[in-house]
């Protein structure tokens, strides 16, 4: 989810949590040298983008190796009307307007980017190794990611980071909105599903062609916390349940799931299916198998996706690379600020 640049026939979006179900049709990728020569290092590869883009449920179409810089020829060539991008600044490595010739010739749009989600605060989250933001009262003040390169000054309110607070109206526009018919067979899995990545899509691909409607529970920050130790989950519950929400192959989420699947649950939501990937189970705090009930009823299926990553993978891609992420936020927010104040923009 962390740094995808995307274009889409109709539309322009850069971060995917800005989608809704009006943006639609061709999604243009860059290439990965692109991204790195205007924005800095991607924390995902070219081929994963790719794919993670692919399966999101609001995409028709990936075309890939995109220009940074969309032009007449780009929109004409793949059949767009016109781009979209969010209302945050976006320049190229010399600092003008990615969007400069389409603005000017009408075929650009813009839409209200998700506030409170960046990259620069998950990167600082990570960094920090500290549980701040599994705090109600968490603020995500420039301060809270220093480390991630993020000056306490910061005067770009773009690459700054602020509190994301999650409203129903945000849950409803990732939502399906689609009920199981009778005849579905329903399949349910649960987890953290923090910092989603290639490796959760490949699992939920899998998982899909186990039934036709499928819901994923998403655990606490305080579950999540139980099991997996350490600073996770690095994205708060809300800012997970909305990654799943916009993947294709997931028809429903359970937010704040428990974490011991109970026979009330399997009758709630008429589950046929229950499945869990090839990782470990962590007993519940009550030393029992949070499984039990479904394996007692034969509806319990171990799936292999046949992909290794997790969430400690990508954060281990964001220590290792920890000087370049610094540099690339700190280049980021004075390109923003110089921006804004050579167009004598509102900051």
């Known amino acids: 989810m962390i740094d995808i640049d995307i274009k889409n026939g109709k ?14 049709k061709n999604f243009l990728l860059l290439r990965y040298t692109e991204v790195e020569m205007h924005k800095g290092p991607p924390v995902f590869s ?23 810089v969309t032009t007449f020829e780009t929109l004409d060539k793949y059949n767009c ?11 190229t490595a010399d600092g003008d307007d990615t969007y400069k010739e389409v603005k000017a010739a009408g075929r650009y749009r813009e839409c209200h980017r998700t506030r409170g989600i960046s990259t620069t605060d998950l990167v600082g989250r990570m960094l920090l190794a500290t549980k701040q933001h599994h705090q109600s009262n968490y603020s995500g003040d420039a301060q809270d990611v220093l480390m991630a390169g ?27 909105g689609k009920e199981p018919k009778q005849t579905d067979r329903i399949v349910y899995c649960a987890g953290a599903f923090d910092l989603f990545h290639i490796g959760h ?10 039934g036709d409607y499928i819901i ?8 999540v916390n139980r099991y997996k130790g350490s600073n996770l989950p ?17 028809s429903e989420v359970v937010i704040g799931a428990p974490y011991s699947i109970t026979s009330e649950m399997m009758e709630h939501f008429r589950i046929d299916l229950v499945v869990h990937g090839t990782t470990s189970i962590e007993p519940d705090i009550n030393n029992k198998d949070p499984y039990l009930i479904p394996k007692e009823q034969n509806k319990f299926k171990i799936i ?3 992909n290794t990553m997790s969430s400690r993978d990508i954060m281990r891609r964001i220590i290792e690379n920890r000087l370049k992420y610094e540099l690339r936020n700190k280049k980021k927010e004075a390109k923003e600020v110089n921006y804004i104040e050579e167009h004598n923009l509102k900051a």
């Open 11 to 24: 539309s322009r979006v850069f971060n995917y949590k800005m989608l809704n179900n009006q943006l639609n």
């Open 46 to 68: 070219e081929e994963e983008r790719y794919r993670m883009v692919a399966g999101i449920k609001w995409v028709d179409e990936v075309v890939r190796a995109a220009p940074y």
């Open 81 to 91: 009307d016109f781009c979209v991008h969010g209302d945050d600044v976006t320049t």
């Open 150 to 176: 993020q000056a306490p000054t910061s005067h770009s309110p773009y690459t700054g980071a602020s509190k994301y607070i999650p409203t129903t109206k945000r849950i409803v526009q990732f939502s399906s």
């Open 201 to 210: 899509l490949d699992f939920l691909e899998k998982v899909s062609k186990e």
């Open 216 to 223: 994923v529970g998403i655990h606490s920050d305080k579950v």
């Open 234 to 250: 690095i994205m708060t519950l809300h800012e997970r349940v909305l990654s799943v929400l916009a993947n294709k192959y997931v």
């Open 304 to 306: 292999d996706s046949g």
